[in-house]
């Protein structure tokens, strides 16, 4: 799902382990990539990702990350969306898909940190969207705008995609006042 557009002979650390290597830091609490500069040369997550020399910098991990495109982002959810489905014999009569916005602080100087009045913070608001205990959405956004923020667009991928396997499910959005807006 993820181009890698690096040239092949001058690439040290492939796409899948620096993937993994993120997924692990994440996994374990690392949330940050500056945590990566102590963790590329951590002997557990050296040992997990198979890995005998030091691991990707803060800055490689970030550059990686940073190219994922919409294309990509939108794949990466449908194999959230596949598991979903197979989880089901028979197509539900009803799904609850529940929205929720909800903020992460940032302490730092991350591009996109937004000030929050609600919150009383900086942080990015990140969308989730839920059905029961399955995971569809993790959309990382910042916290300059409303609940919303492309939330209708997610909804229509969404039901799009649903709607190819389950066509007569009845489907049900459920989220709180903020996504209540007029469209910009």
Request: proline share 5%; glycine share 6%; aromatic share 8%.
């Given at each position: 799902m993820?181009?890698?557009?690096?040239?092949?002979?001058?690439?040290?650390?492939?796409?899948?382990?620096?993937?993994?290597?993120?997924?692990?830091?994440?996994?374990?609490?690392?949330?940050d990539f500056n945590d990566h500069e102590a963790l590329r040369y951590d002997?557990?997550?050296?040992?997990?990702?198979?890995?005998?020399?030091a691991l990707a910098g803060k800055s490689t991990l970030c550059r990686v990350e940073q190219h994922a495109d919409w294309q990509a982002i939108v794949k990466a959810h449908e194999v959230l969306w596949h598991h979903f489905i197979e989880q089901?014999?028979?197509?539900?009569?009803?799904?609850v898909l529940d929205f929720d916005?909800?903020?992460i602080p940032v302490h730092g100087e991350q591009p996109g940190k937004f000030f929050n009045g609600y919150?009383?913070?900086?942080?990015?608001f990140p969308l989730y969207?839920?059905?029961?205990?399955?995971?569809?959405?993790?959309?990382?956004?910042?916290?300059?705008?409303?609940?919303?923020r492309h939330s209708w667009t997610i909804?229509?991928?969404?039901v799009r995609f649903i709607r190819q396997y389950w066509?007569?499910?009845?489907?049900?959005?459920?989220?709180?006042?903020?996504?209540?807006v007029p469209r910009c």
């Open positions: 993820l181009h890698d557009p690096r040239a092949p002979e001058q690439i040290r650390h492939k796409l899948d382990t620096l993937v993994r290597q993120r997924v692990f830091g994440v996994a374990a609490g690392y949330e002997q557990a997550l050296q040992t997990a990702l198979g890995e005998v020399e089901h014999e028979e197509p539900p009569t009803e799904i916005g909800t903020d919150y009383d913070h900086h942080c990015y969207v839920f059905c029961g205990r399955h995971l569809l959405v993790s959309y990382l956004r910042t916290s300059d705008r409303s609940d919303s909804l229509s991928l969404l066509p007569d499910t009845r489907i049900v959005l459920r989220g709180d006042s903020h996504f209540v």
